[in-house]
């Protein structure tokens, strides 16, 4: 089966009853948005541009909100998402560091996702731990007191 641009047919069959179910609702971008990256984990063109005409919005309009709102994402996630907390507490104790180590190790920016579609890196707000801060999570799993020095091994668990 090929998939168009807008993802497979199911996705956007879902996507088209999102719009056509907010088409001509006030302050209906955002809710469609989030929608359509719920469908399709982040916002491909394609989705921006379907968003847009069938709501009868700007594509710049789109654009912007999607550049500006961090829970927007404009390429696709990695498959193991780590979350570096940049609360008080994990600061206080270190998470710069990590999050530079982790940098460094996957040769990625914090925001960006390596080439191999295995991690992506996010700064995040406190996860509510901060006993055990420097607090790190990958996916649904938290690291507290983690060092810099720890970095490779706990890669190294996603790895295989
Ligand atoms: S500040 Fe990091 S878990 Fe609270």
Redesign the pocket.
């Known amino acids: 089966m090929s998939c168009t641009n807008l993802g497979t047919p199911e996705q956007e069959e879902q996507l088209r009853a999102v719009t056509a179910s907010l088409k001509g609702t006030p302050g209906a971008i955002m809710p469609a948005m989030q929608k359509a990256q719920g469908i399709y984990g982040y916002l491909p063109f394609a989705v921006q541009k379907l968003i847009a005409d069938d709501l009868g919005v700007p594509l710049e309009e789109i654009y912007g909100i999607a550049t500006f709102y961090s829970q927007f994402a404009l390429v696709p996630k990695g498959k193991n998402r780590i979350g570096v907390?940049m609360?008080?507490?994990?600061y206080v104790k270190g998470s710069a560091q990590v999050l530079e180590a982790l940098e460094t190790n996957l040769k990625i920016k914090t925001g960006e996702t390596t080439p191999d579609g295995l991690f992506t890196i996010d700064a995040t707000r406190?996860?509510?731990?901060?006993g055990l801060?420097?607090?790190l999570s990958v996916n649904e799993h938290v690291y507290g007191k983690v060092t810099a020095e720890k970095i490779p091994e706990i890669l190294n668990n996603y790895r295989n």
């Open positions: 907390c609360g008080t507490a994990c406190c996860l509510g731990c901060c801060a420097p607090v």
